[in-house]
Structures are given as structure tokens and as C-alpha cells.
């Protein structure tokens, strides 16, 4: 028998709470992998862009005017080479968050890095194709990241 596993016995005689909640992150993870081998959306709140299907499924499905929106994001961020500079485009133009916010650096950057918008779900370094239309092309998915990846190593070398 494995020593990892003679740990967990331990812990699950000496500490019953504690291994419960241990079973429970256990059966958590599990099922987030399941999800992503077959190619579904995780729990949480559906990201921008999209909505949950009021079905079983909770699918996405992709939201027309939100969609549009992550497009903007992405043009706008290859064409000025700045997320400060598309917040203040998509305030000029009264665009605001799901909520009615105002868009931060932090919300575009968490956009352009979101696999999701080219079809993809992952958990952890796992990633498969998603049931869910993609928003972004590939290609530019790519580029945008790499021009974040190139703008953070610059930044980076100024330090």
C-alpha cells in the first residue's frame, strides 16, 4: 500500500471532519475533470460573452451583444497595444460590465488570457474543446496573447 495512501487513512481515523471535507475536494476535482473531458463549462457563473442555458445541461450559449463586446476587446487591444486603452474605448462608447461597472485593466486582461472564448474548457493543465461556440478565432485568440506575453516581458525588463 502506497504511503499517501496510509496518510489518508490516518487522517480519516484520527480526523473524521477533516477527512470529509478532504472526500468532498476529492469528489470536486473529479467531477470538474469529468466536465472537461467531455467538453462542458464548469460550475460558476457563466463568463462574459456568454449565458448558462436554463436547462439540465447549464450549457453556454453564446450572448449576441456581449459577444460582440469580447470582440471589441480583442480588436481593440491588438490594434492599441494597451488594456488601459481599450477601458477608455469602451467607456467612450458607455460600454460597461454585466453588471453595469465600469471595465478595469484587470477584467480585459482576464478576457484576453480566457480560453473559453475560442472554444476551449479547462481545469488545471487540463484542456479538451468545449461544446460551446467560440467567440474569438484561434489566430487571434493567439495573437492577442502573445502580444500581452511580449507587453509583460518588456515590462518585466524596465524593472
Not at 145 to 157: M, V
Request: positive net charge; proline residues 3%.
Amino acid at each position: 500500500m502506497s504511503q499517501r495512501l496510509e496518510d489518508t487513512r490516518d487522517i480519516q481515523e484520527e480526523h473524521p471532519a477533516e477527512a470529509s471535507l478532504y472526500d468532498h475536494g476529492q469528489r470536486v476535482k473529479r467531477g470538474q475533470r469529468i466536465s472537461v473531458q467531455q467538453g462542458r463549462y464548469g460550475t460558476g457563473p457563466a463568463p462574459y460573452g456568454y449565458k448558462r442555458l436554463q436547462n439540465q445541461s447549464g450549457a453556454l450559449a453564446v450572448d449576441d451583444r456581449e459577444a460582440e463586446v469580447v470582440r471589441i476587446i480583442f480588436r481593440e487591444y491588438l490594434r492599441t497595444r494597451s488594456m488601459g486603452k481599450v477601458v477608455d474605448y469602451l467607456h467612450s462608447q458607455n460600454i460597461f460590465t454585466r453588471k453595469g461597472n465600469k471595465w478595469s485593466r484587470q477584467a480585459i486582461a482576464i478576457i484576453l488570457s480566457n480560453r473559453t472564448y475560442r472554444g476551449r474548457v479547462s481545469y488545471g493543465t487540463m484542456e479538451a474543446e468545449g461544446l460551446h461556440a467560440p467567440i474569438i478565432e484561434p489566430a487571434l485568440f493567439y495573437k492577442a496573447n502573445a502580444l500581452k506575453e511580449e507587453r509583460s516581458r518588456s515590462d518585466q525588463k524596465k524593472d
